[in-house]
């Protein structure tokens, strides 16, 4: 079983940049497709972006797109969300997620492994 750790997160000003990491255990993770979601308080998990095992693949929440880049060295187990222009509006607990389907998924449900979120706060 894939174990998923997340860091980078942070407090930043409105404007500013942050690299979040996603550490995969397991010689399997190289299978898995992965996904950032986001959750801010009183609200549900939505997603953010995924990228597939290869690389070749990525899809971005329409409220992240063209300021956020997500990618995947395998060779280090660890895929990367470069989240730059960042607004009040992207303060969450930030969490990547695993799963084995070829086709990204948007919906938090389809994913199988869950690492336990890291908090990213934007200030004005």
């Known amino acids: 079983q894939v174990r998923l750790v997340e860091s980078g997160g942070g407090l930043v000003q409105a404007g500013g940049s942050l690299r979040l990491s996603c550490a995969g255990s397991?010689?399997?993770?190289?299978?898995?497709?992965v996904g950032w979601f986001r959750q801010a308080p009183g609200k549900e998990r939505e997603f953010v972006a995924a990228?597939?095992?290869?690389?070749?693949?990525?899809n971005y929440a329409d409220s992240v797109r063209g300021r956020f880049i997500i990618s995947r060295d395998n060779a280090k187990n660890t895929v990367y969300l470069q989240m730059n222009s960042l607004k009040r509006e992207d303060t969450a607990v930030y969490y990547c997620?695993?799963?084995?389907?070829?086709?990204?998924?948007?919906?938090?449900?389809?994913?199988?492994?869950w690492g336990q979120g890291t908090q990213v706060t934007v200030s004005s």
């Open positions: 997620a695993g799963d084995l389907d070829l086709v990204l998924r948007t919906i938090p449900s389809s994913y199988d492994v």
């Open positions: 397991g010689r399997t993770f190289i299978n898995y497709s």
């Open positions: 990228i597939n095992w290869a690389s070749t693949t990525t």
